[in-house]
Nanobody, 127 residues
Framework: QVQLVESGGGLVQAGDSLRLSCAAS????????MGWFRQAPGKEREVVAA????????FYTESVQGRFTISRDNAKNTVYLQMNSLKPEDTAVYYC????????????????????WGQGTQVTVSS
């Protein structure tokens, strides 16, 4: 049983940085695998980054490798997405997701694997 609330989105210029936060409820947060997804107008939802329960195993889609970092602080029930060197192509609604009962070393790239979703936060990058 998890509820997720994203924050940290906004309007920035190309080259700027943002850090998105996802605050989670539930005592079992540390047992959940977490992911960040995004959806731009007219495009399918795509995975951005994903991590296992302790942040020791991560995945990044190729377009954000080297620029974005997913991390989590289980003591604070929070997962983060640090976004550096932002590009206009990064403009999208960003969603946080949690999967219950995840394998200890597993992350998940498929949106259908996740049980809980936040409401989304808008990121707009101007040129």
């Amino acid at each position: 049983q998890v509820q997720l609330v994203e924050s940290g989105g906004g309007l920035v210029q190309a080259g700027d940085s943002l850090r998105l936060s996802c605050a989670a409820s539930g005592r079992t947060f540390s047992r959940h695998a977490m992911g960040w997804f995004r959806q731009a107008p007219g495009k399918e939802r795509e995975v951005v980054a994903a991590t296992n329960w302790n942040g020791g195993s991560t995945f990044y889609t190729e377009s954000v490798q080297g620029r974005f970092t997913i991390s989590r602080d289980n003591a604070k029930n929070t997962v983060y997405l640090q976004m550096n060197s932002l590009k206009p192509e990064d403009t999208a609604v960003y969603y946080c997701a949690a999967k219950a009962g995840a394998g200890s070393g597993s992350y998940y790239r498929n949106s259908r694997s996740y049980d809980y979703w936040g409401q989304g936060t808008q990121v707009t990058v101007s040129s």
